[in-house]
Protein backbone atom coordinates (compact mmCIF):
# COMPACT_ATOMS: atom_id res chain seq x y z
CA UNK A 1 0.00 0.00 0.00
CA UNK A 2 2.87 2.34 1.18
CA UNK A 3 4.62 1.26 -2.43
CA UNK A 4 1.37 2.09 -4.21
CA UNK A 5 0.96 5.96 -2.98
CA UNK A 6 5.01 6.08 -3.05
CA UNK A 7 4.20 5.36 -6.93
CA UNK A 8 1.50 7.73 -7.26
CA UNK A 9 3.11 10.74 -5.81
CA UNK A 10 5.81 10.15 -8.43
CA UNK A 11 3.90 10.00 -10.77
CA UNK A 12 1.34 12.73 -9.94
CA UNK A 13 4.87 14.83 -9.88
CA UNK A 14 6.10 14.15 -13.08
CA UNK A 15 2.70 14.81 -14.52
CA UNK A 16 3.06 18.85 -12.40
CA UNK A 17 6.57 18.87 -13.94
CA UNK A 18 5.84 17.98 -17.54
CA UNK A 19 2.94 20.95 -17.47
CA UNK A 20 5.06 23.10 -15.96
CA UNK A 21 8.26 22.75 -18.60
CA UNK A 22 5.20 22.52 -21.68
CA UNK A 23 3.64 26.05 -20.06
CA UNK A 24 7.40 27.57 -20.17
CA UNK A 25 7.87 26.47 -23.80
CA UNK A 26 4.23 27.77 -24.83
CA UNK A 27 5.26 30.93 -23.06
CA UNK A 28 8.42 31.34 -25.04
CA UNK A 29 6.60 30.56 -28.37
CA UNK A 30 4.27 33.24 -27.95
CA UNK A 31 6.75 35.65 -26.95
CA UNK A 32 9.21 34.49 -29.85
CA UNK A 33 5.98 34.74 -32.10
CA UNK A 34 5.13 38.21 -30.67
CA UNK A 35 9.02 39.05 -31.25
CA UNK A 36 8.25 38.15 -35.32
CA UNK A 37 5.04 40.10 -35.07
CA UNK A 38 6.58 43.23 -33.28
CA UNK A 39 9.70 43.32 -36.19
CA UNK A 40 7.04 42.65 -38.87
CA UNK A 41 5.02 45.88 -37.41
CA UNK A 42 8.02 48.30 -37.25
CA UNK A 43 8.03 51.42 -39.77
CA UNK A 44 10.48 50.90 -42.06
CA UNK A 45 13.27 53.44 -43.61
CA UNK A 46 14.03 52.30 -46.90
CA UNK A 47 17.08 54.32 -47.01
CA UNK A 48 19.18 57.35 -44.73
CA UNK A 49 20.71 58.85 -47.72
CA UNK A 50 24.20 61.26 -46.93
CA UNK A 51 25.01 63.25 -49.73
CA UNK A 52 28.39 64.23 -50.07
CA UNK A 53 30.25 66.99 -52.35
CA UNK A 54 33.44 64.42 -53.53
CA UNK A 55 36.87 65.66 -53.47
CA UNK A 56 38.76 62.87 -55.27
CA UNK A 57 41.63 63.92 -52.73
CA UNK A 58 39.95 63.49 -49.54
CA UNK A 59 37.12 60.83 -50.66
CA UNK A 60 38.42 58.32 -48.44
CA UNK A 61 38.13 60.63 -45.31
CA UNK A 62 34.78 61.78 -46.60
CA UNK A 63 33.31 58.95 -47.02
CA UNK A 64 34.35 57.74 -43.67
CA UNK A 65 32.85 60.45 -42.14
CA UNK A 66 29.61 60.15 -43.96
CA UNK A 67 29.68 56.56 -43.01
CA UNK A 68 30.13 57.70 -38.71
CA UNK A 69 26.98 59.97 -39.44
CA UNK A 70 24.91 57.03 -41.10
CA UNK A 71 25.58 54.38 -38.55
CA UNK A 72 24.66 56.64 -35.90
CA UNK A 73 21.22 57.94 -37.43
CA UNK A 74 20.97 54.11 -38.00
CA UNK A 75 21.17 53.20 -34.22
CA UNK A 76 19.02 56.36 -33.23
CA UNK A 77 16.01 55.09 -35.73
CA UNK A 78 16.61 51.52 -34.68
CA UNK A 79 16.24 52.50 -30.77
CA UNK A 80 12.73 54.16 -31.92
CA UNK A 81 11.46 51.33 -32.74
CA UNK A 82 12.18 52.02 -36.76
CA UNK A 83 13.97 49.16 -39.11
CA UNK A 84 16.05 50.69 -41.26
CA UNK A 85 16.96 48.84 -44.39
CA UNK A 86 19.92 50.91 -45.82
CA UNK A 87 22.60 53.37 -45.59
CA UNK A 88 23.18 55.30 -49.01
CA UNK A 89 25.96 57.85 -50.04
CA UNK A 90 25.18 60.17 -53.45
CA UNK A 91 27.26 62.69 -54.84
CA UNK A 92 26.86 65.99 -56.81
CA UNK A 93 27.30 64.77 -61.00
CA UNK A 94 29.58 62.61 -61.31
CA UNK A 95 31.51 64.76 -64.31
CA UNK A 96 32.58 67.55 -61.92
CA UNK A 97 34.67 65.59 -60.07
CA UNK A 98 36.60 63.34 -62.46
CA UNK A 99 37.04 65.78 -64.59
CA UNK A 100 40.63 66.42 -65.86
CA UNK A 101 41.03 62.53 -65.36
CA UNK A 102 41.84 60.07 -68.57
CA UNK A 103 38.95 57.67 -69.87
CA UNK A 104 40.55 54.77 -67.43
CA UNK A 105 41.46 57.23 -64.54
CA UNK A 106 38.01 57.57 -64.09
CA UNK A 107 37.06 54.07 -64.87
CA UNK A 108 39.91 52.82 -62.16
CA UNK A 109 38.85 55.85 -59.86
CA UNK A 110 35.20 54.50 -59.85
CA UNK A 111 36.80 50.99 -59.31
CA UNK A 112 38.15 51.81 -56.16
CA UNK A 113 35.26 53.78 -54.82
CA UNK A 114 32.82 50.80 -55.51
CA UNK A 115 35.76 48.71 -53.25
CA UNK A 116 35.39 51.02 -50.52
CA UNK A 117 31.45 51.13 -50.14
CA UNK A 118 31.05 47.90 -50.35
CA UNK A 119 33.36 47.13 -47.69
CA UNK A 120 31.16 49.43 -45.51
CA UNK A 121 28.11 48.07 -46.67
CA UNK A 122 26.81 51.39 -48.51
CA UNK A 123 24.42 51.53 -51.33
CA UNK A 124 26.07 54.64 -53.33
CA UNK A 125 25.20 57.05 -56.40
CA UNK A 126 27.44 58.93 -58.26
CA UNK A 127 25.39 61.57 -59.46
CA UNK A 128 23.82 62.49 -62.97
CA UNK A 129 25.04 62.79 -65.84
CA UNK A 130 24.42 65.80 -68.37
CA UNK A 131 22.59 68.13 -65.81
CA UNK A 132 23.26 71.37 -67.66
CA UNK A 133 21.36 71.52 -71.37
CA UNK A 134 25.09 71.89 -72.51
CA UNK A 135 26.42 68.63 -71.53
CA UNK A 136 27.82 65.75 -73.35
CA UNK A 137 26.31 62.86 -74.24
CA UNK A 138 30.35 61.57 -74.03
CA UNK A 139 29.95 61.99 -69.94
CA UNK A 140 26.27 59.49 -70.10
CA UNK A 141 28.01 56.74 -72.26
CA UNK A 142 30.80 56.45 -68.98
CA UNK A 143 28.07 55.05 -67.38
CA UNK A 144 27.58 51.64 -68.86
CA UNK A 145 31.38 51.13 -68.41
CA UNK A 146 31.32 52.09 -64.58
CA UNK A 147 28.56 50.65 -63.67
CA UNK A 148 29.13 47.06 -65.50
CA UNK A 149 31.06 45.61 -62.81
CA UNK A 150 30.06 47.64 -59.53
CA UNK A 151 28.60 46.19 -56.61
CA UNK A 152 26.97 49.45 -55.16
CA UNK A 153 26.76 52.25 -57.24
CA UNK A 154 23.81 53.79 -59.17
CA UNK A 155 23.78 56.49 -61.83
CA UNK A 156 21.37 58.34 -63.97
CA UNK A 157 20.97 60.63 -66.33
CA UNK A 158 19.06 63.90 -66.65
CA UNK A 159 16.29 63.90 -69.46
CA UNK A 160 13.80 66.90 -68.95
CA UNK A 161 14.54 69.94 -66.65
CA UNK A 162 12.94 73.44 -66.27
CA UNK A 163 14.11 74.31 -69.66
CA UNK A 164 12.22 71.37 -71.27
CA UNK A 165 12.65 67.91 -72.68
CA UNK A 166 16.44 67.25 -73.77
CA UNK A 167 16.32 64.95 -76.62
CA UNK A 168 19.79 64.79 -76.76
CA UNK A 169 20.34 63.17 -73.29
CA UNK A 170 16.86 60.78 -74.10
CA UNK A 171 18.84 59.30 -76.63
CA UNK A 172 22.23 58.84 -74.21
CA UNK A 173 19.92 57.16 -71.85
CA UNK A 174 18.19 55.06 -74.36
CA UNK A 175 22.21 54.00 -75.50
CA UNK A 176 22.96 53.72 -71.67
CA UNK A 177 20.10 50.91 -71.10
CA UNK A 178 20.47 48.59 -74.25
CA UNK A 179 24.38 48.47 -73.15
CA UNK A 180 23.67 47.50 -69.73
CA UNK A 181 20.84 44.88 -70.83
CA UNK A 182 23.68 43.33 -72.93
CA UNK A 183 26.84 43.00 -70.64
CA UNK A 184 25.69 42.65 -67.34
CA UNK A 185 24.01 39.29 -66.09
CA UNK A 186 20.76 38.86 -66.42
CA UNK A 187 20.70 42.27 -67.54
CA UNK A 188 20.55 43.48 -63.76
CA UNK A 189 22.72 46.43 -64.62
CA UNK A 190 19.84 48.95 -65.49
CA UNK A 191 18.44 48.20 -62.03
CA UNK A 192 21.11 50.89 -61.37
CA UNK A 193 20.12 53.53 -63.77
CA UNK A 194 17.63 55.79 -64.82
CA UNK A 195 16.47 58.58 -67.07
CA UNK A 196 15.05 61.47 -64.56
CA UNK A 197 12.93 63.98 -65.39
CA UNK A 198 12.13 67.20 -63.22
CA UNK A 199 13.95 64.95 -60.08
CA UNK A 200 14.85 67.57 -57.70
CA UNK A 201 18.39 67.34 -55.81
CA UNK A 202 18.21 65.78 -52.50
CA UNK A 203 16.91 62.78 -53.21
CA UNK A 204 17.08 59.65 -51.00
CA UNK A 205 15.26 57.34 -53.20
CA UNK A 206 18.25 55.55 -56.09
CA UNK A 207 18.73 55.33 -58.71
CA UNK A 208 18.25 59.19 -59.15
CA UNK A 209 19.99 60.36 -56.22
CA UNK A 210 22.36 63.70 -56.79
CA UNK A 211 22.73 67.09 -55.00
CA UNK A 212 24.26 70.27 -56.61
CA UNK A 213 25.16 71.88 -53.32
CA UNK A 214 27.65 71.81 -50.13
CA UNK A 215 26.73 68.43 -49.12
CA UNK A 216 26.64 67.45 -45.64
CA UNK A 217 23.13 66.54 -45.53
CA UNK A 218 20.77 63.57 -45.84
CA UNK A 219 17.48 62.84 -45.71
CA UNK A 220 15.00 59.40 -45.40
CA UNK A 221 13.22 57.47 -47.91
CA UNK A 222 10.11 55.73 -46.68
CA UNK A 223 9.19 52.31 -47.00
CA UNK A 224 5.42 52.16 -46.15
CA UNK A 225 3.46 50.09 -48.44
CA UNK A 226 1.69 48.24 -45.21
CA UNK A 227 0.86 51.56 -43.78
CA UNK A 228 -1.28 52.43 -47.19
CA UNK A 229 -3.00 48.92 -46.88
CA UNK A 230 -3.79 49.05 -43.06
CA UNK A 231 -5.76 52.67 -43.88
CA UNK A 232 -7.51 51.57 -46.87
CA UNK A 233 -8.67 48.33 -45.04
CA UNK A 234 -12.38 48.35 -44.61
CA UNK A 235 -12.71 52.09 -45.16
CA UNK A 236 -16.13 53.17 -46.43
CA UNK A 237 -15.21 55.89 -48.68
CA UNK A 238 -12.37 57.81 -50.23
CA UNK A 239 -12.33 60.18 -47.89
CA UNK A 240 -12.34 58.05 -44.98
CA UNK A 241 -9.02 56.56 -47.12
CA UNK A 242 -7.64 59.32 -47.42
CA UNK A 243 -7.82 60.39 -44.04
CA UNK A 244 -7.16 57.47 -42.53
CA UNK A 245 -4.04 56.89 -44.51
CA UNK A 246 -3.16 60.58 -43.58
CA UNK A 247 -3.22 60.04 -39.62
CA UNK A 248 -1.49 56.68 -39.94
CA UNK A 249 1.54 57.98 -42.32
CA UNK A 250 1.53 61.20 -40.61
CA UNK A 251 2.22 59.58 -36.98
CA UNK A 252 4.94 58.21 -38.82
CA UNK A 253 6.44 60.10 -40.74
CA UNK A 254 6.73 62.95 -37.69
CA UNK A 255 8.06 60.27 -36.03
CA UNK A 256 10.77 59.92 -38.12
CA UNK A 257 11.51 63.69 -38.52
CA UNK A 258 11.59 63.93 -34.92
CA UNK A 259 14.81 61.97 -34.98
CA UNK A 260 15.82 63.17 -37.52
CA UNK A 261 16.00 66.45 -36.00
CA UNK A 262 17.82 65.36 -33.54
CA UNK A 263 20.55 63.64 -35.63
CA UNK A 264 21.06 66.87 -37.19
CA UNK A 265 21.67 68.59 -33.99
CA UNK A 266 23.48 65.68 -32.46
CA UNK A 267 25.94 65.34 -35.90
CA UNK A 268 26.10 68.98 -37.56
CA UNK A 269 24.56 67.03 -40.90
CA UNK A 270 21.98 69.20 -42.00
CA UNK A 271 18.16 67.38 -42.22
CA UNK A 272 16.63 67.91 -45.73
CA UNK A 273 13.30 66.26 -45.40
CA UNK A 274 11.71 63.22 -45.46
CA UNK A 275 10.55 61.11 -49.58
CA UNK A 276 6.94 60.10 -48.65
CA UNK A 277 6.26 57.67 -51.41
CA UNK A 278 5.50 54.35 -49.75
CA UNK A 279 7.94 52.01 -51.35
CA UNK A 280 6.69 48.51 -51.35
CA UNK A 281 8.92 45.72 -51.28
CA UNK A 282 7.89 42.37 -52.85
CA UNK A 283 4.82 40.76 -50.76
CA UNK A 284 4.47 44.04 -48.90
CA UNK A 285 2.57 45.71 -51.92
CA UNK A 286 1.46 49.00 -52.99
CA UNK A 287 -0.26 46.87 -55.83
CA UNK A 288 -2.25 45.43 -53.11
CA UNK A 289 -3.09 47.89 -51.19
CA UNK A 290 -4.83 50.30 -53.93
CA UNK A 291 -6.61 47.32 -54.83
CA UNK A 292 -7.59 46.93 -50.73
CA UNK A 293 -9.00 50.52 -52.24
CA UNK A 294 -10.70 49.63 -55.34
CA UNK A 295 -11.21 46.01 -54.73
CA UNK A 296 -10.53 45.55 -58.63
CA UNK A 297 -7.42 44.28 -60.29
CA UNK A 298 -4.44 46.87 -60.50
CA UNK A 299 -4.87 48.13 -63.69
CA UNK A 300 -9.03 48.41 -63.72
CA UNK A 301 -11.48 51.78 -63.88
CA UNK A 302 -10.41 52.93 -60.52
CA UNK A 303 -6.87 52.59 -60.02
CA UNK A 304 -6.05 56.12 -61.23
CA UNK A 305 -8.09 57.33 -58.71
CA UNK A 306 -6.88 55.70 -55.90
CA UNK A 307 -3.47 56.54 -57.10
CA UNK A 308 -4.73 60.31 -56.89
CA UNK A 309 -5.76 59.91 -52.99
CA UNK A 310 -2.69 57.98 -52.00
CA UNK A 311 -0.45 61.19 -53.78
CA UNK A 312 -3.37 64.09 -52.27
CA UNK A 313 -2.94 62.52 -48.66
CA UNK A 314 1.28 62.27 -48.72
CA UNK A 315 1.10 65.56 -49.94
CA UNK A 316 -1.15 66.81 -47.15
CA UNK A 317 0.81 65.38 -44.64
CA UNK A 318 2.78 68.44 -42.81
CA UNK A 319 6.57 67.40 -42.82
CA UNK A 320 9.11 68.46 -44.72
CA UNK A 321 9.11 66.61 -47.63
CA UNK A 322 11.85 66.13 -50.45
CA UNK A 323 12.36 64.21 -53.66
CA UNK A 324 9.67 62.27 -55.33
CA UNK A 325 6.83 62.40 -52.22
CA UNK A 326 4.20 60.10 -54.54
CA UNK A 327 3.25 56.88 -55.27
CA UNK A 328 5.50 54.60 -55.65
CA UNK A 329 4.68 51.50 -58.50
CA UNK A 330 7.95 49.56 -59.22
CA UNK A 331 6.16 46.53 -61.00
CA UNK A 332 9.29 44.34 -60.55
CA UNK A 333 9.75 45.09 -57.01
CA UNK A 334 6.15 44.49 -55.78
CA UNK A 335 4.65 40.84 -55.90
CA UNK A 336 1.06 42.34 -56.57
CA UNK A 337 2.24 44.49 -59.20
CA UNK A 338 4.28 41.78 -61.24
CA UNK A 339 1.32 39.71 -61.05
CA UNK A 340 -1.03 42.24 -62.80
CA UNK A 341 1.87 43.02 -65.65
CA UNK A 342 2.48 39.40 -66.24
CA UNK A 343 -1.22 38.78 -67.10
CA UNK A 344 -1.27 41.64 -68.88
CA UNK A 345 -3.43 44.15 -67.12
CA UNK A 346 -0.92 46.58 -66.62
CA UNK A 347 0.86 48.65 -69.72
CA UNK A 348 3.46 51.09 -70.10
CA UNK A 349 0.83 53.79 -71.52
CA UNK A 350 -0.97 53.17 -68.12
CA UNK A 351 1.51 53.62 -66.02
CA UNK A 352 2.47 56.81 -67.18
CA UNK A 353 -1.41 58.12 -67.45
CA UNK A 354 -1.39 57.03 -63.25
CA UNK A 355 2.25 59.07 -63.00
CA UNK A 356 0.14 61.94 -64.18
CA UNK A 357 -1.80 62.25 -60.80
CA UNK A 358 0.98 60.75 -58.82
CA UNK A 359 5.04 59.38 -59.05
CA UNK A 360 7.82 58.38 -59.53
CA UNK A 361 6.87 57.27 -63.40
CA UNK A 362 8.01 54.03 -64.88
CA UNK A 363 10.37 51.74 -62.24
CA UNK A 364 11.72 48.35 -62.86
CA UNK A 365 8.97 47.68 -65.89
CA UNK A 366 10.90 44.55 -67.73
CA UNK A 367 10.60 44.80 -71.34
CA UNK A 368 12.20 42.67 -74.32
CA UNK A 369 15.24 41.91 -74.96
CA UNK A 370 15.52 42.73 -78.91
CA UNK A 371 13.83 46.48 -77.98
CA UNK A 372 15.96 49.12 -79.84
CA UNK A 373 17.80 51.99 -78.58
CA UNK A 374 14.93 53.86 -80.77
CA UNK A 375 11.76 52.60 -79.19
CA UNK A 376 13.55 52.80 -75.56
CA UNK A 377 14.09 56.49 -76.72
CA UNK A 378 10.27 57.14 -77.33
CA UNK A 379 9.35 55.80 -73.66
CA UNK A 380 11.59 58.07 -71.95
CA UNK A 381 10.31 61.07 -74.26
CA UNK A 382 6.77 59.93 -73.24
CA UNK A 383 7.88 60.21 -69.51
CA UNK A 384 9.52 62.91 -70.20
CA UNK A 385 7.14 65.20 -71.46
CA UNK A 386 4.80 64.42 -69.19
CA UNK A 387 7.56 65.20 -66.20
CA UNK A 388 7.48 68.48 -67.79
CA UNK A 389 3.97 69.30 -68.98
CA UNK A 390 3.18 68.51 -65.21
CA UNK A 391 6.36 70.24 -63.42
CA UNK A 392 6.41 67.22 -61.46
CA UNK A 393 9.60 64.15 -60.90
CA UNK A 394 9.26 61.42 -62.81
CA UNK A 395 11.75 59.04 -63.85
CA UNK A 396 12.41 55.46 -66.23
CA UNK A 397 13.98 52.29 -64.90
CA UNK A 398 13.63 50.07 -68.02
CA UNK A 399 14.55 46.54 -67.76
CA UNK A 400 15.21 45.17 -70.86
CA UNK A 401 16.13 41.36 -70.45
CA UNK A 402 18.99 40.52 -72.86
CA UNK A 403 17.86 37.03 -74.77
CA UNK A 404 14.32 37.17 -73.75
CA UNK A 405 10.79 37.91 -75.88
CA UNK A 406 7.24 38.39 -75.09
CA UNK A 407 6.08 35.24 -73.36
CA UNK A 408 9.77 34.17 -71.66
CA UNK A 409 10.12 34.32 -67.85
CA UNK A 410 12.72 36.74 -66.08
CA UNK A 411 15.12 35.20 -64.66
CA UNK A 412 16.55 37.28 -61.81
CA UNK A 413 17.99 35.75 -58.43
CA UNK A 414 17.74 38.84 -56.42
CA UNK A 415 15.48 38.57 -52.93
CA UNK A 416 14.35 41.92 -53.66
CA UNK A 417 12.72 41.14 -57.33
CA UNK A 418 9.98 39.43 -58.66
CA UNK A 419 9.78 37.69 -61.68
CA UNK A 420 7.49 38.56 -64.60
CA UNK A 421 6.06 37.21 -67.53
CA UNK A 422 7.99 39.71 -70.37
CA UNK A 423 4.90 41.34 -72.39
CA UNK A 424 5.29 42.83 -76.13
CA UNK A 425 5.65 46.19 -76.51
CA UNK A 426 2.96 48.99 -77.06
CA UNK A 427 0.01 45.90 -76.14
CA UNK A 428 -2.68 47.54 -73.95
CA UNK A 429 -3.95 46.22 -70.67
CA UNK A 430 -6.34 42.85 -71.86
CA UNK A 431 -8.85 41.09 -69.68
CA UNK A 432 -7.78 38.36 -67.41
CA UNK A 433 -9.60 35.26 -66.37
CA UNK A 434 -7.68 35.60 -62.80
CA UNK A 435 -8.80 37.27 -59.72
Not at 368 to 385: F, K, N, R, W
Amino acid sequence: MIRRRVRFAGSAILKITVLIALSFCSVGFVQGQSRVAARANKPKIRAITAFINLDRSQYQQQVAEAFKMLKYARTVFESRDFEVQTIRIATQPFPEYTKGLSHQQILDFFKAYDTLMAKDGITASIGTAMLNPDDSPAQADLIEEILRNSKTLNASVVVAADDGVRWAAVGAAARVMKRLSESTEHSHGNFNFSAIAMVPPLTPFFPGSYHTGFGHQFAIAMQSADIVTAAFQGAPDLLSAKKRLMDQLGNVAFSAEAQAERIDQDTGWTYMGIDMSPAPLKDVSIGAALEELTKQPFGSSGTMTAAATVTSAIKDIRVRQTGYSGLMLPIMEDSRLAQRWSEGRVSIDALLSYSSVCGTGLDTVPLPGDVTVEQLSLIIGDMASLAFKWKKPLSARLLPIAGKGPGDTTDFNDPYMVNVTLQPLGQSPRPSSQP
